[in-house]
């Protein structure tokens, strides 16, 4: 642990030096460092900062309840911004992705464009019985799936499954078999 504390005190130490070097000021009079302090940073040799760094002069304390809420925050974002991209390359227009997640116009075209989808979009057409028939059949697997493992998936996790089991777009399994039957879905999470 001293090592790594050792090496966390190096880094700060560092930033600092060079936010007094580039004039970024702000950080420092804003915790009432004054410009002496500033002017010795600036001057302090890298061998001075490292010998500084034993001594440990930068005080850092962790909320754990802070910091893990907000790494909760960070994983929880990283997992939605991956399946948003996987359900529109799977055909997921916005109005569909707008029913799991917050997503603006602006974003969606960007992603979209991102990752070189950019046809235009027209209604999809209408599942046949014997393909709603499978989908549904595919549904209680994951459900069976997910009692299994004890594990819990979102709308739009089982939309993307049904969707590359079955090869057909998010779009048209929101339209045709999602907002038919909401009611399996209701216990599923979403990432909102």
Same mark, same amino acid.
């Not at 790594?4 to 915790?31: N, P």
């Not at 890298?46 to 907000?70: H, W």
């Given at each position: 642990m001293?090592?790594?504390?050792?090496h966390?005190?190096?880094?700060?130490l560092?930033?600092f030096?060079?936010?007094?070097e580039t004039?970024q000021?702000?950080?420092?009079?804003?915790r009432?460092l004054?410009?002496?302090t500033?002017d010795?940073?600036k001057?302090?040799?890298?061998?001075?900062?490292?010998q500084?760094?034993?001594?440990?002069?930068?005080?850092?304390?962790?909320?754990?309840?802070?910091?893990?809420?907000r790494?909760?925050?960070?994983?929880?974002?990283?997992?939605?911004? #991956? %399946?948003?991209r !996987?359900?529109i390359? &799977?055909?997921?227009?916005r109005?569909?992705?707008?029913?799991?997640?917050?997503i603006t *116009?602006?974003?969606?075209?960007?992603?979209?464009?991102d990752i070189?989808?950019?046809?235009k979009r027209?209604?999809?057409?209408?599942?046949?019985?014997?393909?709603l028939?499978?989908?549904?059949?595919?549904h209680?697997?994951?459900k069976?799936q997910e009692? #299994? %493992?004890?594990? !819990?998936?979102?709308a &739009?996790?089982?939309?993307?499954k049904?969707?590359?089991a079955?090869?057909?777009e998010? *779009?048209q399994?929101?339209?045709?078999?999602?907002?038919?039957?909401?009611d399996l879905?209701?216990d599923?999470?979403?990432?909102r």
């Amino acid at each position: 642990m001293a090592d790594l504390d050792y090496h966390l005190q190096v880094q700060i130490l560092m930033a600092f030096k060079t936010a007094a070097e580039t004039g970024q000021t702000h950080f420092f009079r804003s915790r009432g460092l004054g410009q002496q302090t500033i002017d010795n940073l600036k001057a302090l040799p890298t061998s001075a900062l490292m010998q500084l760094a034993r001594y440990q002069p930068v005080s850092l304390e962790f909320a754990e309840s802070i910091f893990n809420a907000r790494l909760e925050t960070g994983i929880k974002k990283e997992l939605e911004s #991956k %399946l948003v991209r !996987k359900a529109i390359k &799977l055909g997921a227009s916005r109005n569909s992705l707008r029913a799991f997640v917050l997503i603006t *116009n602006k974003s969606y075209s960007e992603i979209r464009q991102d990752i070189g989808y950019i046809d235009k979009r027209d209604k999809p057409p209408k599942l046949g019985d014997k393909q709603l028939i499978a989908i549904s059949q595919t549904h209680a697997n994951i459900k069976h799936q997910e009692r #299994k %493992l004890g594990k !819990k998936y979102t709308a &739009l996790e089982i939309l993307i499954k049904l969707s590359e089991a079955h090869n057909i777009e998010i *779009n048209q399994l929101y339209n045709y078999y999602y907002t038919d039957n909401a009611d399996l879905f209701d216990d599923e999470r979403s990432l909102r």
